[in-house]
């Protein structure tokens, strides 16, 4: 979440000010355990933070803006399961060493796809061209 802030802050449909009151940032640390080590001890704004952790029972995702567009909520709910995939799978040398464009490159579903698109942040693969003699 840290990482790819300013990219997720465009998914999300918020604006900075916006995320700053419901679904604030934690902080970047270099080593992905120091982050949850800095959640659980709870200096932070409690539960209107971007992934609110504070329920022993659910992880609420609060980022994003509501909406009533059917693909948009769709996208919005693949997006998560994306990041939750990195988070459950990855080891923390990955994490550390993740680009915006590996992540992306991930999310396959037509409708999230579609949405990163909309939103201008989807990476294309790189396309190879001939030069002009």
Known sequence: MEKFW???LLFSRRTQRQMN???ARYGYK???KEILD???K???QGRYTAVNLTNEE???FRMFRGTLKLNTFIATLQFVDRICDVAL???DE???AISWSTFASGCTQPELVQYLKERRIYINEPVESEEEV
Request: glycine share 4%; net charge negative; proline share 4%.
């Open 6 to 8: 300013d990219e997720l």
């Open 21 to 23: 009151r419901w679904a």
């Open 30 to 32: 270099d080593v992905p």
């Open 38 to 40: 800095h959640v659980k």
């Open 42 to 44: 709870g200096d932070h």
């Open 58 to 60: 659910t992880i609420e």
């Open 89 to 91: 799978f990855m080891s």
């Open 94 to 96: 990955e994490l550390r």
